[in-house]
């Protein structure tokens, strides 16, 4: 394991977390160490071992295609930080 | 009335001796008292709770009652109840009102339980002690130095210092059953799938798991009957027959086969707990059961596997939190990606982007085989050595923790200490079997120890009997701290 203070500000940035210089140092220290954790995993033999990413063996459920949903926007909008004419408003990313 | 069983406040309602408005009253004033002492509350809604208690009466009034009609029960504050300030411990959502509620909270008022308020957490349920909440630590009710356990350690506070009659947690890696042992009440965390996710705030989707917290297994069994059940609007949530799960509450034990993992009594274990544990195991050694020696080889590697897929799934969503439809927006920005970076790094405390920072990392290009897939296989290790174990055996006991509670701030500054005092609890969430955590004496320092009880998939009610039958014949669960009194 050789996560370095790059690989730091390349998750970080992969992450969009804001990270000062001071606050880069610390996290690469206590990554080393939780890493360091994680690292026993590595020597298991899982040769043949199908990776399991749920507990119950279940497909993904099917449903009618029908409309569930009614228009809520003025209800979910409200804990938007701002908005306008129905809009979220975000910086310009068009010039 | 505060000592009351959830079927004693129930025939209390019924029969006038008390009302909703009035129970409600009393638990809300004991908040005021307490609060400020323990912080088990992140909001309290005085109103809120008093227009539900007054339509319970009218329920209870008309006799079309449920066993939890005009019951207050605190809900922690991860699960979204409408027009209640719903926050998941963050400053991220520090003002978020949620606009619909939880399959969880839809239950409790499907039967017209009271909502009684929002319970302190760990922010994002990502923590042990309750420490890493935007709103502050709570306080172990047992000692005030003490942490409560975490994440759900507001309710389990709650729950321990009668500030309600029950409450609800969530468990990804113990989150339920750690809080319940260090604060001395039950607690259960149900077979993945039982209880719907909709409406509940994620974590780790693939773990993250609803459950009861009270005093008693009877009274577990009473809300599980609530909150079960299944929902369309969560994809994971099991189509099943509804279960009573009050059903087996009173066979008796004779013939259970209890298994005990050797793991979970080898080095790291603390005296005291080990103590409790053994005299509990020879309780029900009284009570008929037989005990089995058996070995779950793969639980050591639990922390590793949960250190790789929790924050890999966390980090995935997560990355809702952008400062644009909801939730926390910096105040000054140059442009679109400076707004995501500065409010995400304001908005998210140091444990949330350190599992951000690690679920990114393994997620990553070039690593995901080594880490995130190499973890699902081990999972499945993990998995089978339950399989295994429960053919030998019905029941799995051990500690629920290494040690009774630590000490505010003692494992602060050491992130890797504090993954290790989840070390019994996590493979369970990994199998996605049911746990619970029972109250099973007292450390020498006069702090609570609990029994972990782990089933198979959907014996649910079979723990339950299990853990009432314990409580039939012992008192550890019925005692209370000091210093509770208003």
Redesign the interface.
């Known amino acids: 394991m050789s996560l370095s203070i790059n690989d730091v500000y390349k998750v970080a940035r992969l992450a969009r977390l804001g990270m000062t210089e001071q606050e880069a140092q610390t996290a690469h220290a206590q990554l080393l160490n939780i890493f360091g954790l994680i690292a026993e995993m590595q020597a298991v033999d899982t040769n043949g071992i199908t990776p399991m990413s749920h507990a119950q063996d279940i497909s993904q459920r099917l449903r009618e295609d029908r409309v569930t949903e009614h228009n809520q926007r003025e209800l979910f909008q409200a804990a938007a930080p701002q908005i306008k004419k129905g809009l979220y408003l975000v910086p310009q990313v068009i010039e | 009335m505060l000592n009351s069983s959830l079927l004693q406040l129930g025939a209390a309602l019924r029969s006038k001796e008390i009302s909703s408005v009035e129970l409600t009253q009393l638990y809300l004033h004991r908040i005021t008292a307490l609060n400020s002492k323990l912080n088990a509350y992140i909001t309290v809604n005085e109103e809120m709770s008093l227009a539900q208690a007054r339509a319970a009466d009218v329920q209870l009034a008309q006799s079309k009652t449920h066993a939890l009609t005009g019951i207050p029960v605190a809900q922690k504050d991860i699960f979204c109840a409408m027009g209640w300030r719903t926050t998941c411990g963050s400053k991220m959502l520090s003002d978020?009102?949620a606009?619909y509620d939880a399959h969880v909270i839809e239950q409790f008022n499907r039967v017209g339980a009271v909502n009684l308020g929002k319970t302190n957490m760990d922010e994002f349920a990502m923590g042990s002690s309750n420490e890493t909440s935007h709103f502050g630590n709570v306080k172990n009710p047992w000692n005030n130095n003490a942490v409560p356990g975490g994440s759900s350690g507001g309710s389990a506070a709650a729950v321990s210092a009668h500030l309600c009659a029950a409450a609800t947690g969530t468990d990804t890696g113990g989150s339920i059953r750690q809080p319940a042992a260090l604060c001395g009440i039950s607690g259960l965390k149900p077979?993945?799938?039982v209880v719907s996710r909709y409406g509940m705030i994620a974590f780790a989707s693939?773990l993250d798991q609803a459950g009861p917290m009270a005093r008693s297994a009877e009274d577990l069994a009473l809300l599980l009957n609530v909150m079960a059940g299944f929902d369309?609007r969560d994809?994971?949530s099991?189509?099943r027959e509804t279960e009573d799960y009050t059903r087996d509450l009173n066979k008796p034990l004779n013939g259970l086969r209890i298994g005990l993992p050797k793991e979970f009594f080898a080095a790291g274990l603390s005296a005291d707990v080990a103590q409790a544990i053994e005299a509990s195991i020879a309780e029900y050694k009284k009570l008929g059961a037989t005990v089995i020696d058996i070995s779950l080889p793969?639980s050591?590697?639990s922390?590793?596997?949960y250190?790789?897929l929790a924050p890999a799934e966390a980090?995935s969503n997560l990355?809702r939190y952008?400062?644009?439809?909801?939730?926390?927006?910096t105040p000054e920005?140059?442009?679109?990606?400076?707004?995501?970076?500065?409010s995400?790094?304001q908005g998210?405390g140091e444990e949330v982007?350190?599992r951000?920072?690690?679920g990114?990392?393994v997620l990553?290009h070039g690593y995901y085989d080594?880490?995130y897939?190499?973890?699902?296989?081990?999972?499945?290790?993990i998995?089978q050595d339950f399989v295994e174990a429960f053919k030998q055996c019905d029941v799995i006991m051990g500690p629920t923790t290494p040690t009774t509670a630590f000490n505010l701030a003692e494992k602060n500054d050491?992130?890797?200490q504090m993954?290790l005092s989840d070390i019994y609890t996590i493979a369970v969430n990994l199998?996605?079997?049911p746990g619970m955590s029972i109250p099973a004496g007292f450390s020498g320092n006069g702090l609570p120890v609990g029994l972990q009880i782990i089933g198979n998939?959907f014996d649910e009610a079979r723990m339950l009997n299990v853990a009432h039958q314990y409580q039939q014949v012992t008192d550890w669960h019925t005692r209370t701290p000091q210093h509770i009194e208003v």
Do not use: C, H, W
């Open positions: 978020f009102i606009p077979t993945y799938g693939s369309e994809s994971t099991l189509q793969n050591r590697l922390i590793p596997v250190y790789v980090s990355s952008d400062g644009v439809r909801y939730g926390y927006r920005y140059t442009n679109l990606a400076d707004m995501y970076e500065k995400r790094a998210f982007k350190r951000i920072m690690i990114t990392y990553s080594a880490y897939l190499q973890a699902q296989k081990i999972r499945r290790l998995a050491d992130p890797v993954y199998a996605g079997l998939y």
